[in-house]
């Protein structure tokens, strides 16, 4: 649906082209939700503002349903390609309904009368973002949740194949992050919309995506099925700080202070995931080599240490086995 | 979305208070009439030349006409530049629009003196209109240049701010150096009369609300779209700078031919479009162009009857009016909308 080919995007002045991102060749396909993701300063706007056409590409073509993105007109590609961007958008005076209706000045006649065609797209989009219960109130009321969920019907109502998302979930709550991605997948998959959102929360990307684009450290750009560059593992290191770990079984993101001491973990998923999260908390690290094991039985609740076969001690709860190691490790700060 | 029914019947009611007070405005004044004799001197059409024909057809018809189409012409200008600058704070005033056609007329009035010319042509009427417009003009070209340069609005404001300085500094030079009789008209001309106006200025100031209109309704599309923002205008296909440059030149051509003509009238420009937006609750400019109209010519009339009444004998300065009633009105804005923000 859209191609991005040998294409250099940035800012251009009289004199000089300051090139952002180059050599971009990815596409978006319709019935894909497609993850933008990098590190601040990427340049992800830069490429997110070039195909809205506010940006002219400095090299190489964007193509749309086969036709480049200068062949047509600025009505043509409102009709092809909506957006949710960062813009703050709380106005007052203006009911959610009168915004989402909003969605439809492409397809209006000139002085924007709602025909009935209209007016089933506005009900259309109310119900997929499931807004009906707020749909007389006033945009300046709403809550970050609900504003983000008006302004995606909004671009639903538009009726564009493709529909960029620009941070789509900052600001927002774990329950309304889920929302906006559950909402976005429904597109993809029951309409078959090209979805493709710059985002900053990784898991969910990981978890949501089809397609990921993701700017490495070097600022080049890879695109490829979400699960193969996750398997190719490199690309996460361009997300990585040294206090944070990837780990590759649950997808996620582990705060890992400098470790002095670690452990062997051994028991199920579920208890050795959470005993890693507060091992790492604490200064701990968690090592298949290490000497010091711990034994977790979470049916009976009891973490038991050893040092290679000895047993030193055992817990009954996380609380009591930090407590405990700090106590053994670290006496001096306690 | 409120209901086109609902709507239909403000407008109902609206344009039935709009009649009478057209009709007050005409009625009530220094000399008292007759209910039979007015309508009989209406029904004459202006063909007799009695006194009292010739006060309502001269000089109080006029008058009604000159405030009817200040106040629709002023707020339409206000509501166009609230949108474009997304202030409500924002009117003709604000940006300094005003104050250029002050300029313009200040030239017209206070020139000869210091060119030490006598130019009888500038001073007739619809040079002064001319003049005003030109100045309205010019800080519009300004602000123009400077809106598309500079991404910030609250910029832009201040930029209109130190245009209004400005010209009050200008305007002091050209003072200091005019003859007493030219300061006194230029006086006069500040502190705003819709009664001296000649009925080719009224066709003029019709003219220029007319064209402004049907304008402004052939890019209501692009202002609605603008009000969520100009990022988004573009998204959904509007030419945001040809909307911001059509919009910015109708609302100065209304605000400068206005001015010029009845002396800078204070906040209606400003508040009516606010009274429009918070009767309807909607963004809509298909809706609040016709509301703000209305609503305008409504105070504007009910203003000048006031004017009137205040002091016997005597008829206050219309922008002394509007004053009083506008700027406690502009402190009620601001103070709700910072009480919504620090929350």
Redesign the interface.
């Given at each position: 649906m859209v191609e991005l080919r040998e294409l250099n995007v940035g800012y251009a002045t009289k004199n000089e082209k300051n090139i952002i991102l180059k050599g971009i060749n990815a596409r978006l396909e319709k019935g894909k939700l497609t993850c933008f993701l990098g590190r601040n300063g990427a340049g992800k706007s830069t490429l997110l503002k070039t195909i809205?056409?506010?940006l002219e590409p400095l090299e190489g073509s964007i193509n749309i349903s086969g036709k480049t993105l200068n062949e047509i007109?600025?009505?043509?590609?409102?009709?092809k390609?909506?957006?949710v961007?960062t813009?703050?958008?709380r106005?007052?005076?203006?009911?959610v309904?009168?915004?989402v209706?909003?969605?439809r000045?492409?397809h209006?006649n000139?002085?924007?009368s709602l025909e009935k065609i209209d007016k089933q797209h506005i009900e259309n989009a109310i119900s997929i973002c499931e807004i009906e219960d707020i749909r007389?109130k006033?945009i300046?009321e709403l809550s970050d949740g609900q504003l983000q969920k008006v302004n995606i019907a909004r671009a639903i109502c538009?009726d564009t194949d493709l529909i960029l998302l620009d941070e789509p979930t900052a600001h927002l709550d774990v329950s309304n992050k889920f929302k906006v991605f559950e909402i976005l997948r429904k597109l993809a998959i029951d309409y078959k919309k090209a979805i493709f959102i710059i985002t900053h929360d990784l898991e969910l990307a990981f978890q949501n995506a089809d397609m990921l684009w993701v700017i490495d450290k070097n600022g080049d750009m890879q695109s490829d099925v979400t699960e193969d560059l996750l398997l190719d593992k490199k690309i996460i290191d361009s997300f990585l700080t040294s206090n944070f770990e990837f780990d590759y079984v649950s997808g996620k993101f582990l705060y890992k202070r400098e470790s002095r001491v670690s452990f062997q973990l051994i028991g199920d998923n579920e208890s050795t995931y959470w005993t890693k999260q507060a091992l790492y908390k604490n200064g701990y690290g968690v090592d298949k080599k290490s000497n010091y094991t711990l034994k977790i039985d979470s049916k009976s609740k009891r973490w038991d240490l050893f040092n290679d076969e000895k047993e030193l001690n055992n817990f009954s709860s996380i609380k009591e086995l930090i407590l405990e190691l700090n106590k053994l490790f670290f006496p001096e700060f306690i | 979305?409120i209901s086109k029914k609902f709507i239909d019947i403000k407008i109902i009611i609206l344009l039935i208070v709009l009649l009478l007070f057209i009709v007050l405005d005409v009625f009530l004044g220094s000399v008292n009439f007759s209910v039979n004799e007015f309508s009989n001197i209406i029904a004459e059409l202006g063909n007799s030349t009695s006194p009292k024909s010739i006060i309502i057809w001269n000089y109080r018809i006029p008058k009604m006409l000159t405030s009817l189409v200040a106040g629709m012409a002023l707020p339409l200008s206000g509501l166009l530049m609230q949108t474009i600058f997304k202030n409500?704070l924002s009117g003709p005033f604000v940006l300094g629009i005003s104050s250029g056609a002050g300029l313009g007329v200040a030239f017209t009035i206070m020139m000869s003196s210091i060119a030490g010319l006598s130019l009888p042509l500038f001073f007739s009427e619809i040079n002064s209109v001319f003049a005003g417009t030109l100045g309205a003009g010019a800080v519009m070209i300004l602000i123009l240049y400077v809106s598309e340069r500079v991404q910030n609005l609250s910029t832009l404001l201040i930029v209109g701010v130190m245009v209004g300085s400005f010209s009050s500094a200008i305007i002091g030079v050209l003072q200091y150096f005019s003859s007493e009789q030219e300061l006194r008209n230029f006086i006069i001309w500040t502190m705003g009369s819709l009664g001296s106006s000649e009925w080719s200025e009224i066709i003029v100031l019709y003219s220029i609300l007319g064209l402004s209109l049907f304008a402004t309704?052939?890019i209501?599309?692009g202002l609605?779209?603008i009000?969520?923002?100009e990022?988004?205008a573009?998204?959904?296909?509007?030419?945001v700078k040809t909307v911001r440059r059509g919009t910015l030149i109708i609302a100065s051509v209304l605000a400068g031919g206005i001015t010029s003509i009845v002396g800078p009238i204070a906040f209606i420009g400003l508040a009516v479009p606010h009274i429009a937006?918070?009767m309807?609750?909607?963004?809509?400019h298909?809706k609040l162009i016709p509301f703000t109209l209305l609503l305008g010519g409504i105070l504007m009339l009910f203003f000048d009857i006031i004017s009137q009444f205040i002091v016997t004998d005597q008829v206050i300065p219309i922008n002394v009016i509007t004053s009083l009633f506008g700027a406690p009105f502009v402190i009620a804005v601001v103070m709700r909308r910072s009480v919504?923000i620090s929350f």
């Amino acid at each position: 649906m859209v191609e991005l080919r040998e294409l250099n995007v940035g800012y251009a002045t009289k004199n000089e082209k300051n090139i952002i991102l180059k050599g971009i060749n990815a596409r978006l396909e319709k019935g894909k939700l497609t993850c933008f993701l990098g590190r601040n300063g990427a340049g992800k706007s830069t490429l997110l503002k070039t195909i809205l056409g506010v940006l002219e590409p400095l090299e190489g073509s964007i193509n749309i349903s086969g036709k480049t993105l200068n062949e047509i007109s600025a009505n043509e590609r409102s009709k092809k390609i909506s957006a949710v961007l960062t813009d703050v958008v709380r106005i007052e005076h203006i009911s959610v309904e009168e915004f989402v209706s909003l969605g439809r000045i492409p397809h209006t006649n000139w002085r924007g009368s709602l025909e009935k065609i209209d007016k089933q797209h506005i009900e259309n989009a109310i119900s997929i973002c499931e807004i009906e219960d707020i749909r007389s109130k006033i945009i300046s009321e709403l809550s970050d949740g609900q504003l983000q969920k008006v302004n995606i019907a909004r671009a639903i109502c538009q009726d564009t194949d493709l529909i960029l998302l620009d941070e789509p979930t900052a600001h927002l709550d774990v329950s309304n992050k889920f929302k906006v991605f559950e909402i976005l997948r429904k597109l993809a998959i029951d309409y078959k919309k090209a979805i493709f959102i710059i985002t900053h929360d990784l898991e969910l990307a990981f978890q949501n995506a089809d397609m990921l684009w993701v700017i490495d450290k070097n600022g080049d750009m890879q695109s490829d099925v979400t699960e193969d560059l996750l398997l190719d593992k490199k690309i996460i290191d361009s997300f990585l700080t040294s206090n944070f770990e990837f780990d590759y079984v649950s997808g996620k993101f582990l705060y890992k202070r400098e470790s002095r001491v670690s452990f062997q973990l051994i028991g199920d998923n579920e208890s050795t995931y959470w005993t890693k999260q507060a091992l790492y908390k604490n200064g701990y690290g968690v090592d298949k080599k290490s000497n010091y094991t711990l034994k977790i039985d979470s049916k009976s609740k009891r973490w038991d240490l050893f040092n290679d076969e000895k047993e030193l001690n055992n817990f009954s709860s996380i609380k009591e086995l930090i407590l405990e190691l700090n106590k053994l490790f670290f006496p001096e700060f306690i | 979305m409120i209901s086109k029914k609902f709507i239909d019947i403000k407008i109902i009611i609206l344009l039935i208070v709009l009649l009478l007070f057209i009709v007050l405005d005409v009625f009530l004044g220094s000399v008292n009439f007759s209910v039979n004799e007015f309508s009989n001197i209406i029904a004459e059409l202006g063909n007799s030349t009695s006194p009292k024909s010739i006060i309502i057809w001269n000089y109080r018809i006029p008058k009604m006409l000159t405030s009817l189409v200040a106040g629709m012409a002023l707020p339409l200008s206000g509501l166009l530049m609230q949108t474009i600058f997304k202030n409500p704070l924002s009117g003709p005033f604000v940006l300094g629009i005003s104050s250029g056609a002050g300029l313009g007329v200040a030239f017209t009035i206070m020139m000869s003196s210091i060119a030490g010319l006598s130019l009888p042509l500038f001073f007739s009427e619809i040079n002064s209109v001319f003049a005003g417009t030109l100045g309205a003009g010019a800080v519009m070209i300004l602000i123009l240049y400077v809106s598309e340069r500079v991404q910030n609005l609250s910029t832009l404001l201040i930029v209109g701010v130190m245009v209004g300085s400005f010209s009050s500094a200008i305007i002091g030079v050209l003072q200091y150096f005019s003859s007493e009789q030219e300061l006194r008209n230029f006086i006069i001309w500040t502190m705003g009369s819709l009664g001296s106006s000649e009925w080719s200025e009224i066709i003029v100031l019709y003219s220029i609300l007319g064209l402004s209109l049907f304008a402004t309704l052939r890019i209501s599309k692009g202002l609605n779209a603008i009000t969520i923002g100009e990022n988004y205008a573009h998204t959904l296909g509007i030419d945001v700078k040809t909307v911001r440059r059509g919009t910015l030149i109708i609302a100065s051509v209304l605000a400068g031919g206005i001015t010029s003509i009845v002396g800078p009238i204070a906040f209606i420009g400003l508040a009516v479009p606010h009274i429009a937006k918070s009767m309807l609750n909607t963004m809509d400019h298909n809706k609040l162009i016709p509301f703000t109209l209305l609503l305008g010519g409504i105070l504007m009339l009910f203003f000048d009857i006031i004017s009137q009444f205040i002091v016997t004998d005597q008829v206050i300065p219309i922008n002394v009016i509007t004053s009083l009633f506008g700027a406690p009105f502009v402190i009620a804005v601001v103070m709700r909308r910072s009480v919504k923000i620090s929350f």
